[in-house]
């Protein structure tokens, strides 16, 4: 009995550790849906690309809300989010916005304006 106890102390732990192995590297890179928009480090992520395309392209620019996004884990988080934003005396747009998180630090990768591509109407004869 001793020598069977042994054995699983050595081995369970290898297991366990290789089952946690397996689900890190299935989900490395892989997007992920954010289920809640209004969580305060999406909206921070958010807030943060707002401000800083605000900086970068001299507006005067407010995030409205977070429409929805999906992140991604590699080195960092990347997260793709879709904003609406208003710009000061033109109103409400959406965009898409890419964020880089890395070491505590954003970087803003893209600020997209999303273009909706209106459907031709066909008749039908």
Same mark, same amino acid.
């Given at each position: 009995?001793?020598?069977?106890? #042994?054995?699983? $102390?050595?081995?369970?732990?290898?297991?366990?550790?290789?089952?946690? @192995?397996? =689900? *890190?590297? =299935?989900?490395? #890179?892989?997007?992920?849906? =954010?289920?809640?928009?209004?969580?305060?480090?999406? $909206?921070?992520?958010?807030?943060?690309?707002?401000?800083?395309?605000? $900086?970068?392209?001299?507006?005067? @620019?407010?995030?409205?809300?977070?429409? #929805?996004?999906?992140?991604?884990?590699?080195?960092? =988080?990347?997260?793709?989010?879709?904003? &609406? *934003?208003?710009?000061?005396?033109? #109103?409400?747009?959406?965009? &898409?916005?890419? *964020?880089?998180?890395?070491?505590?630090?954003?970087?803003?990768?893209?600020?997209?304006?999303?273009?909706?591509?209106?459907?031709?109407?066909?008749?039908?004869?």
């Amino acid at each position: 009995m001793e020598r069977r106890s #042994g054995f699983y $102390r050595v081995f369970f732990p290898l297991l366990v550790l290789c089952l946690l @192995l397996a =689900i *890190v590297t =299935i989900e490395a #890179g892989e997007w992920m849906p =954010i289920m809640d928009v209004e969580d305060p480090h999406v $909206r921070e992520v958010a807030q943060y690309a707002v401000n800083e395309h605000g $900086r970068l392209k001299h507006l005067q @620019l407010k995030l409205d809300k977070v429409v #929805g996004g999906e992140t991604q884990v590699d080195s960092g =988080i990347t997260y793709q989010l879709v904003l &609406t *934003v208003e710009e000061k005396g033109a #109103g409400t747009k959406d965009y &898409t916005v890419v *964020v880089v998180e890395e070491n505590a630090k954003f970087h803003l990768k893209s600020f997209k304006k999303v273009v909706v591509k209106s459907q031709s109407s066909h008749r039908a004869m």
